[in-house]
């Protein structure tokens, strides 16, 4: 149900841009949040925006570089990455649930996530 696109290898300091969008067109209707996952690492939620865009919330390993935003008319979800370091790859997630939260374990729905590669 939902798709990620845009990952790829980018260098330290670098910019990517991530896209999530619902084949059903449903997405307004929920919260998403983006996750990542790092090899061996628990998966952990960076990102979080409202149905209606109005509220975002960041973890603060990426707070003031990375952006959530949406758009709601095209049933797609962005995630802005800035500065990005090698400690942010990972495999990016984008989830749909009902709460407003980063925890994993309040999302539903899930894509099957993109890599994100940061590397010189």
């Known amino acids: 149900r939902l798709v990620e696109a845009g990952g790829g290898l980018v260098p330290p300091g670098g910019s990517l841009s991530l896209s999530c969008s619902d084949s059903?067109?449903?997405?307004?209707?929920?919260?998403v949040g983006w996750f990542r996952q790092a090899p061996g690492k628990e998966r952990e939620g960076i990102a979080v925006?409202?149905?209606?865009?109005?509220?975002?919330n960041y973890a603060v390993s990426v707070n003031r570089r990375f952006t959530i935003s949406r758009n709601n008319a095209e049933a797609k979800v962005f995630l802005q990455m800035t500065l990005l370091e090698p400690e942010d790859t990972g495999t990016y997630y984008c989830?749909?649930?009902?709460?407003?939260?980063?925890?994993?374990?309040?999302?539903?729905?899930w894509g099957q996530g993109t890599q994100v590669t940061v590397s010189s």
């Open positions: 925006i409202s149905s209606s865009g109005n509220s975002t």
């Open positions: 989830a749909a649930g009902r709460r407003f939260d980063l925890s994993p374990r309040a999302y539903q729905f």
């Open positions: 059903t067109r449903r997405l307004g209707n929920y919260f």
